[in-house]
């Protein structure tokens, strides 16, 4: 058998397997033509596998056919300005800057009021916001619904200050913290910043993250796991049945 039949043949197993599988189930695809297969010989395989973009890791031991895609933010000038601005004058604490604009790339409409959010340890959010609203304006430390409703649009690209749960998966963007797909999705599933996604439309965002981009399934469920809501999220993913396709989601 060819390298090219053997992939089309592995793709086919991955097929018949819902479209993922874990390292157990592959050692046994290997073990069905070759019984006597050292576990060393398919660890080498499926490590070439994905080197040549024939399969990603989408969890702590789990794959899918295709190469990895990466997600990498964008970020407007002013999250640039207040990373740096965090870096300089908290250089010891964890942060993430992102703007709620990301979320336009996936989403079928797009927000008429962008708002960037800064994630800071619980117990620098205090000075973190004093520090920033003497230098930018605009700031609003862990705001409720209402005033993220009636008095955010009022300002041109406001900061939203909010505690950064521990362990959150982060993306480093040019030696800057801001946020991974994993944050962004479960944040947006979980928080009432985002609310306005609801329905159709936080459907769509998860559909189009999943379809464009490689999404670490174990990473999004821990982390939901950190901000409580894990079984809510877990049950939202096997409903929709977020995969990877081939085909672009409606």
């Known amino acids: ?30 073990r069905k033509s070759e019984p006597n297969i050292p576990d060393a010989t398919v660890n080498w395989r499926i490590h070439d596998l994905v080197d040549n973009g024939a399969l990603r890791r989408v969890g702590r031991g789990l794959f899918e056919p295709g ?34 604009d990301l979320l336009n790339e996936f989403a079928q409409h797009i927000s008429s009021y962008p708002f960037l959010l800064v994630d800071v340890e619980k117990d620098v959010a205090e000075s973190v916001y004093y520090r920033l609203n003497d230098e930018f304006g605009g700031v609003f430390l862990r705001p409720t619904e209402t005033i993220i409703n009636d008095l955010l649009p009022n300002f041109r690209l406001p900061l939203v200050i909010r505690h950064l749960v521990s362990e959150s998966p982060l993306n480093q963007v040019n030696g800057l913290s ?73």
């Open 67 to 100: 190469s990895e895609i990466v997600y990498t933010p964008e970020l407007p000038s002013r999250a640039i300005k207040i990373s740096k601005s965090l870096k300089k004058n908290f250089p010891f604490i964890s942060f993430c800057v992102w703007s709620s």
């Open 178 to 250: 801001s946020v991974s797909l994993e944050k962004l999705l479960v944040d947006a599933f979980c928080d009432p910043e985002f609310r306005f996604l609801e329905g159709s439309e936080l459907r769509a965002v998860f559909s189009n993250a999943f379809y464009k981009y490689t999404v670490n399934k174990n990473k999004l469920l821990r982390y939901a796991a950190r901000k409580g809501r894990k079984p809510e999220l877990a049950a939202y993913l096997r409903d929709g049945n977020f995969i990877q396709s081939t085909a672009k989601p409606d």
């Open 1 to 30: 058998m060819t390298r090219k039949e053997s992939i089309e043949a592995l793709n086919h197993y991955f097929d018949s397997n819902h479209g993922t599988a874990t390292l157990e189930q592959i050692r046994d695809y290997f």
